[in-house]
């Protein structure tokens, strides 16, 4: 086994270990690093630079997250390019017209691609044993997985599928226990399955930092 996926390894078995969607957390993490890192290293980069105009910045989901790091100063020039570049056209009532990806986008992607590559190469008894104590890929990373690999391994397509069957049995059995009447039948549900809307609403979003 490479050294990279001796990473990937490692870092997937510390993610299952957590609730949620292992690579939905690998993403958060890297994410943070990477606006963090990009703040510190890549400001004063002019290719960086251009290619954060030629976007119009981050996305907004991205964007939020700016005013959670202490580099003020970064945020601030990076914020001055946009607003001077996108400045004399709204004098003229053009609005800018951005072609560029929000470069933390970009970096999720290759993140996703390079784990569920992984993923898809992977048939390790050891491995298979611990991600599938977990919550697995939520719904939207699944749907990637389909569209980006060949093949998926069975361990792993079965263990998927019947993670899915078994929320979605678990969410009716949720919603009709709710019904006036059906306190006896809902109070024998197990915690877990008490507050299943939540496990559901994590699977459906996904979180892809």
């Given at each position: 086994?490479?050294a990279?996926?001796?990473v990937?390894?490692?870092?997937?078995?510390?993610?299952c270990?957590?609730?949620?969607c292992?690579l939905?957390?690998?993403?958060a993490e890297?994410?943070?690093?990477y606006i963090?890192?990009?703040?510190?290293?890549?400001v004063s980069d002019?290719?960086?630079?251009?290619l954060?105009?030629?976007?119009?910045?981050?996305?907004?989901?991205?964007?939020?997250?700016?005013?959670?790091?202490?580099?003020g100063?970064?945020?601030?020039i990076?914020?001055?390019?946009?607003?001077?570049d996108?400045?004399?056209?709204?004098?003229?009532?053009k609005?800018?017209?951005?072609k560029g990806?929000?470069?933390?986008c970009?970096?999720?992607?290759?993140?996703?691609?390079?784990?569920?590559?992984?993923?898809a190469?992977t048939?390790d008894?050891?491995?298979t044993?611990?991600f599938t104590?977990?919550e697995?890929?939520?719904?939207?990373?699944?749907?990637?997985?389909?569209?980006?690999v060949?093949?998926?391994?069975?361990?792993?397509?079965k263990?998927?599928i019947?993670?899915?069957?078994?929320?979605?049995?678990?969410?009716?059995?949720?919603?009709?226990f709710s019904?006036?009447?059906?306190?006896?039948?809902?109070?024998?549900?197990?915690?877990?399955?008490k507050?299943v809307?939540k496990?559901?609403?994590?699977?459906?979003?996904g979180d892809?930092?």
């Amino acid at each position: 086994m490479s050294a990279e996926k001796h990473v990937n390894w490692f870092a997937l078995e510390k993610a299952c270990a957590r609730p949620g969607c292992p690579l939905c957390t690998i993403i958060a993490e890297r994410s943070e690093r990477y606006i963090d890192n990009m703040l510190f290293e890549h400001v004063s980069d002019r290719g960086f630079r251009a290619l954060y105009r030629e976007a119009g910045g981050f996305c907004t989901r991205h964007a939020s997250r700016l005013e959670s790091f202490r580099d003020g100063l970064a945020v601030a020039i990076l914020g001055a390019d946009i607003l001077s570049d996108a400045l004399p056209l709204l004098k003229k009532r053009k609005p800018r017209i951005y072609k560029g990806k929000c470069p933390a986008c970009a970096e999720t992607e290759r993140i996703e691609k390079e784990f569920l590559g992984f993923l898809a190469g992977t048939e390790d008894a050891s491995f298979t044993s611990f991600f599938t104590a977990s919550e697995g890929l939520c719904l939207p990373h699944y749907r990637k997985m389909l569209s980006l690999v060949r093949r998926v391994p069975s361990w792993l397509e079965k263990f998927q599928i019947q993670r899915f069957d078994t929320l979605l049995v678990r969410s009716r059995d949720f919603i009709e226990f709710s019904a006036w009447g059906r306190q006896s039948d809902f109070e024998a549900l197990s915690e877990q399955d008490k507050i299943v809307w939540k496990e559901l609403a994590r699977t459906l979003r996904g979180d892809n930092g």
